[in-house]
Nanobody, 119 residues
Framework: QVQLVESGGGLVQAGDSLRLSCATSGSIVRFNAMGWYRQAPGKQRELVAT???????NYADSVKGRFTISRDNAKNTVYLQMNSLKPEDTAVYYC?????????????WGQGTQVTVSS
């Protein structure tokens, strides 16, 4: 069974930085892609950043230049470095992993970690 465990959220002020971590059970290289999504109160869950097994990354326009996604295969962990945080970054952040098996994409989610940015 796949488990994703996020950590690193918290309450910070605008302009501060946070680093989120997502630790996976077992080898991270099983997953074709991993990513971070977020959901603010009253809003739909949205993509923040993804990283493919190749290392290719993709970011939402709202976080480009401020957030960096990375992975450490030896530690089976994906990170989201968040700099220059803004109040609008406040949300629950979820880790996602995708594994393609025989043409089917299997999605796995963590339990989420709260990030609150005060102005």
């Amino acid at each position: 069974q796949v488990q994703l465990v996020e950590s690193g959220g918290g309450l910070v002020q605008a302009g501060d930085s946070l680093r989120l971590s997502c630790a996976t059970s077992g080898s991270i290289v099983r997953f074709n892609a991993m990513g971070w999504y977020r959901q603010a109160p009253g809003k739909q869950r949205e993509l923040v950043a993804t990283i493919l097994i190749s290392g290719t990354t993709n970011y939402a326009d709202s976080v480009k230049g401020r957030f960096t996604i990375s992975r450490d295969n030896a530690k089976n962990t994906v990170y989201l470095q968040m700099n220059s945080l803004k109040p609008e970054d406040t949300a629950v952040y979820y880790c996602n992993a995708v594994r393609n098996v025989m043409g089917t994409s299997l999605n796995y989610w963590g339990q989420g970690t709260q990030v609150t940015v005060s102005s």
